[in-house]
Nanobody
Framework: QVQLVESGGGLVQTGDSLRLSCAAS??????????MAWFRQAPGKEREFVAAFRRSGGNLYLADSADSVKGRFTISGDTAKNTVYLRMNSLKAEDTAVYYCAAALSPLLNYVYTGGYDYWGQGTQVTVSS
């Protein structure tokens, strides 16, 4: 079993920045074998892909983000800490949502879809006030 715990959400103003963290743990969890991702869900909307990441040793295998956040959000990870981050800059009101961390064993071809992920965090609220 894998546990994912998000943190770093909050209430900010348009143009501000936030960094979300997702700490993964589990007796057999191996960070290098997992694709780690961020999704978000706004009220009344479906959960949508934000960014995905996988690093193993010194190799970065995946660092991708949705078009709606490209150039503003950056996903990264620390294998030593089993933690993935989402740096969010130039926040907009439409970024308001609950942000969820997810994990899936690699390989995962369709990493933008929620169905491929095995583990989810409880979510952290991000509210951007305009």
């Amino acid at each position: 079993q894998v546990q994912l715990v998000e943190s770093g959400g909050g209430l900010v103003q348009t143009g501000d920045s936030l960094r979300l963290s997702c700490a993964a743990s589990g007796r057999t969890f191996n960070f290098s074998r997992y694709i780690m991702a961020w999704f978000r869900q706004a009220p009344g909307k479906e959960r949508e892909f934000v960014a995905a990441f996988r690093r193993s040793g010194g190799n970065l295998y995946l660092a991708d983000s949705a078009d709606s956040v490209k150039g503003r959000f950056t996903i990264s990870g620390d294998t030593a800490k089993n933690t993935v981050y989402l740096r969010m800059n130039s926040l907009k009101a439409e970024d308001t949502a609950v942000y969820y961390c997810a994990a899936a064993l690699s390989p995962l071809l369709n990493y933008v879809y929620t169905g491929g992920y095995d583990y989810w965090g409880q979510g952290t609220q991000v509210t951007v006030s305009s």
